[in-house]
């Protein structure tokens, strides 16, 4: 069992950043591929970055060059930095911990990209 808790969503100006935050408790967090989603009112829920246990790091075509996934297994924390924000980048955000047999999600952080 894993309890994830995101964090460091908020209203930016288009063209700014945010730094997500995602802190994890209960199970061993390393063995867990980590992943940030997003869902934007009236879409449906999309992958937005993935970083695996072994490492290897996935984005969205959308957001390549624009956000970094990280974490640091010692904290049991992920995070995503998201710079040059867009509009279309506004959306609930939530963190996800997987192995092949479960997947574990937190509550959502609003993001809100406007002038």
């Known amino acids: 069992q894993v309890q994830l808790v995101e964090s460091g969503g908020g209203l930016v100006r288009p063209g700014g950043s945010l730094g997500l935050s995602c802190a994890a408790s209960g199970s061993i967090f390393s063995i867990y591929d980590k992943g940030w989603y997003r869902q934007a009112p009236g879409k449906q829920r999309e992958l937005v970055a993935l970083?695996?246990?072994?490492?290897?790091?996935n984005y969205a075509n959308s957001v390549k060059g624009r956000f970094t996934i990280s974490r640091d297994n010692a904290k049991n924390m992920v995070y995503l930095q998201m710079d040059s924000l867009k509009p279309e980048d506004t959306a609930v955000y939530y963190c996800?911990?997987?192995?092949?047999?479960?997947?574990?999600w937190g509550q959502g952080t609003q993001v809100t990209v406007s002038s």
């Open positions: 970083i695996t246990r072994g490492g290897r790091i």
């Open positions: 996800n911990a997987a192995t092949v047999n479960y997947s574990y």
